[in-house]
């Protein structure tokens, strides 16, 4: 799993959902052989929330991955 995501506290509402997801998706990941969690923000916050857990934009697609 990310680091960043490890370092989260239980209890911060969409943040413990984003680092259960980066969790779950690195498992998966491990027996899929996955290689990145991509999200499609629905704003330049959402975005700016994506961010600063290093996910990275995908071109001009308005996408944001990070490798798992």
Excluded at 38 to 57: C, E, H, K, L, T
């Amino acid at each position: 799993p990310h680091n960043d995501m490890l370092k989260l506290e239980k209890g911060k509402g969409r943040w413990t959902l984003l680092r259960d997801a980066i969790i779950n998706a690195s498992k998966v990941a491990a027996i899929a052989g996955a290689r990145a969690l991509v999200v499609d923000p629905v704003d330049d916050s959402a975005a700016a929330f994506y961010a600063r857990f290093g996910f990275r934009r995908i071109g001009d697609s308005g996408r944001m991955a990070i490798r798992l």
